[in-house]
């Protein structure tokens, strides 16, 4: 079933728990994730990212992750991540996408509070006053729509994020969360978009001085890679929502390197690769869903 973001959050913020957010860049992803929820009764959501919302082929893909929502027996919300475009916002929502990030991390204070509440305003003047609007404070490393950094290769292609690029500075949160009106707040507490350099080093201490001065739920991106004794911890201080990709895209990227030519052999056969490449995303959806309901 279909459900608002921030009903979602909240409610397994009440719950003791937090929910699971997955970037699909396929159906058969989504499908995955989807089909994990739902055996475990519990609620996740399907992430699409601005690159592939700016496309048609995007766009009909948010279409269908709203159609897969729909039918679902758990909740699932549909959310556009990582935003500023205004043209690809309104299309995304337009498309299906009933929550968007509105990401104006990488702008000056001033002009990230007034990029989300431009969406706000342009959103609630096509009617679609009820988009639930996620913002960031804080700037984190990396790409997430790629594994690793751009600057940290080595001959063997084993790269690494960058180090977080600015912690998110707790005293503005109040009044970030007051002009914004933002739904969720996504946080940056030592978290990074892609694989990470060493141990993963998350400022708990920042995070909860952050979380004492805001009611809304709070997001951490850059799950990836972050320990599960460590993501257990996140609920206790109002993150309601985690954000996963990167373990997602390598877990299926290995299933199809390892199981392609065998699959060619085997008369082209598509239908059962794709069936590994379910099964795993499935299972790492499973496995997230298992760790933050603890």
């Known amino acids: 079933m279909r459900t608002q973001l921030d009903t979602l959050v909240t409610g397994a913020l009440q719950q003791g728990s937090a929910v699971p957010a997955f970037t699909c860049y396929d159906f058969t992803t989504a499908l995955a ?5 739902e055996e475990s009764g519990r609620g996740a959501i399907l992430l699409v990212a601005p690159k592939t919302a700016a496309t048609p082929n995007g766009l009909r893909l948010i279409a269908a992750l709203r159609g897969l929502a729909d039918a679902a027996s758990v909740p699932i919300a549909v959310q556009l991540d990582h935003a500023t475009d205004p043209q690809v916002i309104a299309d995304a929502v337009s498309a299906g996408a009933d929550s968007v990030l509105v990401d104006g991390s990488s702008l000056p204070y001033e002009d990230n509070i007034d990029l989300v509440r431009n969406v706000r305003a342009a959103l609630a003047g096509q009617g679609r006053g009820d988009v639930v609007i996620e913002a960031e404070l804080g700037g984190l490393a990396g790409d997430e729509d790629r594994a ?17 690029a600015g912690l998110t500075d707790s005293a503005q949160v109040e009044d970030f969360v007051a002009r914004t009106g933002a739904q969720l707040l996504a946080v940056a507490v030592g978290n990074v978009h892609g694989k990470y350099k060493g141990e993963p080093r998350l400022r708990w201490d920042v995070l909860q001085d952050i979380a004492v001065r805001t009611r809304i739920p709070l997001v951490l991106h850059g799950a990836s890679g972050i320990p599960a004794e460590e ?35 085997d008369g082209e056969n598509l239908q059962a690769l794709l069936g590994l490449w379910n099964a795993s995303a499935r299972t790492f959806a499973a496995t997230a869903l298992a760790t933050l309901s603890r």
């Open 148 to 164: 690793f950094g751009t600057d940290a290769a080595d001959n063997a292609g084993s790269t690494v994020a960058d180090a977080p």
């Open 33 to 37: 994730v989807v089909g994990a929820a």
């Open 231 to 265: 993501l257990v911890k996140a609920a206790a201080m109002n993150v309601g929502k985690v954000n996963f990709n990167t373990e997602l895209r390598t877990g299926v990227l290995a299933v199809l390197e390892e199981q392609t030519t065998a699959h060619r052999a």
